[in-house]
């Protein structure tokens, strides 16, 4: 599961990485929601995986003692509503830049810099 | 108690203003006083923090480790008095300045969602919570600085919310695995289990990912470029605001952190940390050479001068900390000051183009000297408060004897010198160029704002003895992180 997850965050943050670097502002709002999941994805097994045990303890003989950390899935939480939050802003933001410019690429408007 | 007002009061403040957004003589007066009020309380939490140590307030009444905890020490009292001190510089400056429309589509409430934020970071004593008021703080700058929707402030918004996105990807990062790796995320209990446990795990990965967060934030060497091209676009008023507050927040964590957290490999965080300041101090002032923009010469500049409190950081000595506050406070208030009278200048010929700028020491003699003032305490002429931050740095790094970064220092002091004195020349020594005579009416409660603010500037570099003896408490305090982890956890045993 470890090995796994590792992979799934290493291809998200190279993809992120990838569209972050396209000229198109379209494919960098999609870069950012990828970094963001990355990053939670990360957050999540950086801070200790305990797989086929819930977050709360149960009232089982012998189980008290296994519970995974509810911490990390409240900052996950956290930080998916903020993640949500951002890009919803900078979709709007996108929306409004192409529909003043009418161009998606960042580097058409900056000859005057 | 009162540790939770300045994080309170702001948010209700903007709960206010949203729902009366169109009276627009309301609004100005409205934050106006509030923005007053919030330096008062600020006023009073350094009084007695002053007095009594550090402050703290755990939320909920959980012990400290598993609540989140709120601490005010004198560095946190100090950065929360220059802030709202700011804004109301910046709330007396706008009603002046801003036009109509943006002033009504929501101006004043996202100051104070700014401000909640800004606040929150510098009261808070848990990394996670940390982070959750820079998203506050960035969220709400984040629609100040794309508030009107030209093309160019669109174009400098979208640079602007990706590098701080993928900064706040740095820091949650940082966080996830600083928590794996210690299991809490309380900053006095992360700092004491540093310093007690026998089989430390290596947290310079966690410790160089919150680095790069916050050198983001702070604009430092080489994370500066979203900077100048975006600080540039809004509305001036919007941009001393950002130049006095949000880049000080960056700062500030870095202080915070430092002293915490920097337990391992001390001289590599050290030489690492002067290399930084540096590179920053020095490449910020040689770019802003080649600009005739005023607000990109004065937004490189802020770059060149965060580097000074990086290298007063960097030393670690208490008087070297001691003159990094003060230079602190003497930035946030000369940088936004410089803005401010910037502000003018555009009002006034309705240009910020030094090459389409001219003659103003002659046709408004005033704005000048409202002008003069910042520029020559940022370019470091005594008796001004610039002289006395970059004096005690040097005097600082002297002593450590770190005589590179000294040198860096002063030669970098010159440079500056040569910026501000060629704004000064090109927009008001030498003669308007032809036909361009700009007699642009510029609004009183804006010359107002400068001139108090002018005004602090001189009383700071006046006041500079009492002021530095309380950055020298605040720097005692934070050299010694066990008052900041006694202060929230009760232990005594050092």
Same mark, same amino acid.
């Given at each position: 599961?470890?090995?796994?997850?590792?992979?799934?965050?290493?291809?998200?943050?190279?993809?992120?990485?990838?569209?972050?670097?396209?000229?198109?502002?379209?494919?960098?709002?999609?870069?950012?929601?990828?970094?963001?999941?990355?990053?939670?994805?990360?957050?999540?097994?950086?801070?200790?995986?305990?797989?086929?045990?819930?977050?709360?303890?149960?009232?089982?003989?012998?189980?008290?003692?296994?519970?995974?950390?509810?911490?990390?899935?409240?900052?996950?939480?956290?930080?998916?509503?903020?993640?949500?939050?951002?890009?919803?802003?900078?979709?709007?933001?996108?929306?409004?830049?192409?529909?003043?410019?009418?161009?998606?690429?960042?580097?058409?408007?900056?000859?005057?810099? | 108690?009162?540790?939770?007002?300045?994080?309170?009061?702001?948010?209700?403040?903007?709960?206010?203003?949203?729902?009366?957004?169109?009276?627009?003589?309301?609004?100005?007066?409205?934050?106006? #006083?509030?923005?007053?009020?919030?330096?008062?309380?600020?006023?009073?939490?350094?009084?007695?923090?002053?007095?009594?140590?550090?402050?703290?307030?755990?939320?909920?009444?959980?012990?400290?480790?598993?609540?989140?905890?709120?601490?005010?020490?004198?560095?946190?009292?100090?950065?929360?008095?220059?802030?709202?001190?700011?804004?109301?510089?910046?709330?007396?400056?706008?009603?002046?300045?801003?036009?109509?429309?943006?002033? @009504?589509?929501?101006?004043?409430?996202?100051?104070?969602?700014?401000?909640?934020?800004?606040?929150?970071?510098? #009261?808070?004593?848990?990394?996670?919570?940390?982070?959750?008021?820079?998203?506050?703080?960035?969220?709400?700058?984040?629609?100040?600085?794309?508030?009107?929707?030209?093309?160019?402030?669109?174009?400098?918004?979208?640079?602007?919310?990706?590098?701080?996105?993928?900064?706040?990807?740095?820091?949650?990062?940082?966080?996830?695995?600083?928590?794996?790796?210690?299991?809490?995320?309380?900053?006095?209990?992360?700092?004491?289990?540093?310093?007690?446990?026998?089989?430390?795990?290596?947290?310079?990965?966690?410790?160089?990912?919150?680095?790069?967060?916050?050198?983001?934030?702070?604009?430092?060497?080489?994370?500066?470029?979203?900077?100048?091209?975006?600080?540039?676009?809004?509305?001036?008023?919007?941009?001393?605001?950002?130049?006095?507050?949000?880049?000080?927040?960056?700062?500030? @964590?870095?202080?915070?952190?430092?002293?915490?957290?920097?337990?391992?490999?001390?001289?590599?965080?050290?030489?690492?940390?002067?290399?930084?300041?540096?590179?920053?101090?020095?490449?910020?002032?040689?770019?802003?050479?080649?600009?005739?923009?005023?607000?990109?010469?004065?937004?490189?500049?802020?770059?060149?001068?965060?580097?000074?409190?990086?290298?007063?950081?960097?030393?670690?000595?208490?008087?070297?900390?001691?003159?990094?506050?003060?230079?602190?406070?003497?930035?946030?208030?000369?940088?936004?000051?410089?803005?401010?009278?910037?502000?003018?200048?555009?009002?006034?010929?309705?240009?910020?183009?030094?090459?389409?700028?001219?003659? #103003?020491?002659?046709?408004?003699?005033? *704005?000048?000297? *409202?002008?003069?003032?910042?520029?020559?305490?940022?370019?470091?002429?005594?008796?001004?408060?610039?002289?006395?931050?970059?004096?005690?740095?040097?005097?600082?790094?002297?002593?450590?004897?770190?005589?590179?970064?000294?040198?860096?220092?002063?030669?970098?002091?010159?440079?500056?010198?040569?910026?501000?004195?060629?704004?000064?020349?090109?927009?008001?020594?030498?003669?308007?160029?032809?036909?361009?005579?700009?007699?642009?009416?510029?609004?009183?409660?804006?010359?107002?704002?400068?001139?108090?603010?002018?005004?602090?500037?001189?009383?700071?570099?006046?006041?500079?003895?009492?002021?530095?003896?309380?950055?020298?408490?605040?720097?005692?305090?934070?050299?010694?992180?066990?008052?900041?982890?006694?202060?929230?956890?009760?232990?005594?045993?050092?």
């Amino acid at each position: 599961m470890l090995f796994l997850l590792a992979v799934v965050i290493g291809v998200l943050y190279g993809s992120a990485v990838y569209l972050l670097l396209r000229r198109n502002i379209f494919k960098l709002v999609l870069g950012l929601i990828f970094l963001g999941h990355a990053t939670n994805l990360l957050l999540f097994v950086a801070s200790g995986l305990t797989s086929g045990y819930p977050a709360f303890l149960r009232n089982i003989a012998g189980e008290t003692e296994m519970m995974a950390d509810p911490l990390p899935q409240a900052l996950i939480l956290t930080a998916i509503v903020i993640g949500l939050g951002v890009t919803a802003f900078a979709l709007v933001l996108v929306y409004r830049f192409y529909s003043v410019t009418k161009t998606v690429d960042l580097d058409e408007l900056s000859e005057n810099e | 108690m009162i540790l939770i007002l300045p994080i309170i009061l702001p948010l209700l403040f903007m709960v206010i203003l949203i729902f009366t957004r169109r009276w627009l003589f309301f609004q100005q007066a409205f934050s106006l #006083l509030a923005s007053i009020g919030l330096t008062v309380l600020a006023a009073l939490l350094l009084k007695q923090v002053y007095i009594d140590g550090a402050t703290t307030l755990q939320m909920g009444s959980w012990p400290a480790p598993y609540g989140i905890t709120l601490i005010s020490d004198l560095l946190a009292a100090i950065m929360l008095l220059t802030t709202s001190f700011v804004a109301v510089v910046v709330m007396i400056y706008s009603p002046g300045f801003i036009d109509r429309e943006r002033q @009504t589509a929501g101006y004043y409430p996202l100051v104070f969602g700014l401000l909640m934020g800004v606040n929150g970071a510098f #009261l808070t004593g848990d990394i996670f919570n940390m982070y959750v008021w820079y998203e506050v703080m960035l969220t709400s700058s984040f629609v100040l600085i794309a508030l009107g929707g030209s093309a160019e402030q669109l174009r400098g918004s979208i640079k602007y919310v990706t590098i701080s996105f993928v900064a706040s990807i740095f820091f949650v990062a940082a966080i996830g695995i600083l928590y794996g790796q210690a299991g809490t995320l309380n900053m006095a209990d992360l700092a004491y289990k540093m310093r007690t446990w026998e089989n430390m795990p290596y947290i310079n990965g966690a410790l160089m990912l919150f680095f790069v967060a916050f050198s983001v934030k702070a604009a430092l060497f080489p994370f500066f470029f979203w900077l100048p091209a975006s600080y540039h676009t809004p509305p001036v008023a919007i941009t001393a605001l950002f130049a006095g507050t949000l880049t000080k927040v960056g700062i500030y @964590t870095m202080f915070r952190f430092y002293s915490l957290f920097v337990v391992q490999d001390v001289l590599f965080w050290k030489i690492f940390l002067l290399v930084i300041a540096g590179l920053t101090m020095s490449v910020g002032v040689l770019m802003a050479a080649s600009q005739f923009d005023i607000r990109k010469i004065l937004s490189f500049h802020i770059i060149s001068q965060v580097g000074y409190m990086v290298m007063g950081l960097a030393i670690f000595s208490t008087n070297a900390i001691a003159a990094a506050i003060y230079f602190t406070i003497h930035n946030m208030l000369s940088k936004t000051n410089t803005f401010l009278a910037g502000g003018l200048v555009y009002q006034r010929s309705g240009s910020y183009d030094l090459k389409h700028l001219g003659g #103003l020491y002659k046709t408004a003699p005033f *704005l000048a000297l *409202l002008f003069f003032i910042p520029a020559m305490s940022l370019a470091g002429i005594p008796p001004l408060p610039g002289f006395f931050g970059k004096f005690f740095l040097i005097k600082g790094g002297f002593e450590a004897g770190d005589y590179f970064i000294t040198a860096v220092a002063i030669a970098v002091g010159l440079f500056t010198l040569f910026s501000m004195v060629k704004i000064w020349n090109e927009a008001y020594w030498k003669k308007a160029p032809d036909g361009e005579t700009g007699n642009g009416k510029v609004g009183t409660s804006a010359i107002a704002a400068t001139a108090v603010l002018a005004a602090a500037v001189v009383l700071l570099g006046i006041f500079a003895g009492p002021v530095m003896e309380i950055s020298q408490q605040a720097a005692i305090q934070l050299a010694d992180p066990y008052h900041y982890i006694e202060a929230v956890l009760n232990i005594s045993s050092k």
